[in-house]
């Protein structure tokens, strides 16, 4: 009954009692594909000396602390 309800409040069929992003459903949204890969502090010190150039050192170390950076790491 309450997927019923959801759909209805999704379709705009019943007035959304809730944040409208509740309702939206992703399939496999949450599924990690591949094992994150955590840098060393010693690897973050080698990455950050080959980034010279402003703004791309501060998006690098934001993407980095938040997680954000790719897997294109070399070992």
Request: glycine share 6%; with cysteine.
């Amino acid at each position: 009954m309450r997927q019923v309800f959801e759909y209805a409040m999704l379709c705009e069929m019943f007035e959304t009692q809730r944040n409208p992003m509740d309702l939206v459903r992703i399939t496999g949204g949450t599924l990690r594909e591949e094992d994150p890969i955590v840098l060393t502090p010693e690897q973050f010190r080698r990455l950050l000396c080959n980034i010279i150039t402003e703004p791309h050192r501060t998006m690098v170390i934001v993407a980095i602390c938040l997680g954000c950076a790719g897997r294109s790491w070399p070992a």
